[in-house]
């Protein structure tokens, strides 16, 4: 017998594989990094709850950088491997850097790469699920793509996109040639995409090759669907409702921006109200990345404000949003929660890699009650109010798009299918 308590002394520590049993549950190692909004994070842990009711066997790893795991509580008991993450610097708008640690992004990027492969080594997944940019924040994944390659048919990987990859004149890999796209696409056995051909065709827009057709599939817009919640009627959320007339439901995505736009709508709220000769509520969901200092300087402003309310991030945003009489959404994915209603919406874009908010928001804007507001309206309290008011009067007309929202469950079917493939041998 080898002496391996003498070697590994001799050799010093060795990296170890946990050994699985071939009838082990199967594993599915997710990912999602952090970006500047919530959407990645929302689609993936709503995929993973719906996976969960499929295969509830199956044990679900989530990789992420997300500084705030709330939303990882949509899926319930979720495991999440952490990576050391990125913040943006204050003096340079939307330049990130190592959050933490004193070292260069390259340096960074290199640690994660690396911790990622480690960890789907150890994993050993039978499926690799990224709901992100192709190969992950920085190319960061592309290791373990490779590894997991190798592993076919017992390790596959899908890819997940948004509603719309990226803007026209923004680096993607997928819209580079023809022969770069079908390239990129082979590191995948499934390609989806969170959105509907409808409503931005991609194939159409970047000029894709007919033979992605195969490999590529809309699966539906990933909206949430709050079910009641008993802690709605508690919340500081329902007595704004109740007191109100009308309510406004402000929500600001990642929270970048929302320290300004957040002080905006309260400084117009008392004009909206004399504007639409009744009481009018205000529920503002900031985002997670607001900083303290500026949370509580927005609180400072509501205080003595019954109907006034704000929160960071809230497992209730999804109910309110559903009761809003009006929403004003940067134009991110939470506006299709509400697409197929008569909810109004006013939509801004962020001031960061804009074009795929610009081309969404113009979509959006092509049916009833769905407007954009400019950020210069936004930022002035007389043009501000004047447009809110405009659009608490209007009559509300039912949106009837034809779109599916149900994405999350399209997906979870898809990724069963695929687990049982990679066990051809048990069919589990």
Known sequence: MTPL?????????????????AGAPPRVLMYCASNIGLGHMGRIVRVARSLRRLRPEANLLLATDAGDLRLAALAGDLAVAKLPGYAYRADRPFADEPRGLAMSKGQ??????????????SFQPDLVYMDTLPHGKRDEMLPVLLWQRKRRPRGQAALCMRDIPAGPDERFKFAASAASALKQAARYDRIFIAGDA?????????????????RIEYLGFVAPKPPPSPDWDASPLARVFAGARQTIVAGFGGGWESSELSRALLDSLAAVRQKAGAAVGL???TGPS?????????????????LAHLETLSGLFSLALDRASLAILQAGSSAFQILDSDIPMLLYTREHKLQEQEIRAARLARFAGVERIEREEFLSPARLSERVAQALRAPRA???????????????E???????SSRPETGA
């Open 290 to 306: 607001i900083s303290s200092a500026e949370f509580q300087a927005l609180e400072r402003i509501a205080r003595g404000d019954p």
């Open 198 to 214: 409808r409503f931005f065709d991609c194939f159409e827009e970047y000029g894709w090759p007919p033979a992605l057709r195969e």
């Open 108 to 121: 960074l990027r290199l640690i994660r790469q690396n911790m990622l492969l480690a960890l789907a080594q």
């Open 5 to 21: 308590p003498f070697i590994r002394r001799l050799f010093g520590p060795r990296f170890e594989r946990p050994v699985f049993a």
């Open 398 to 412: 039912r949106r009837e798009t034809g779109f599916s929202f149900d994405g999350d469950r399209a997906a979870a």
């Open 283 to 285: 529920a503002i969901f």
């Open 414 to 420: 898809r990724l069963a299918e695929m687990l049982k």
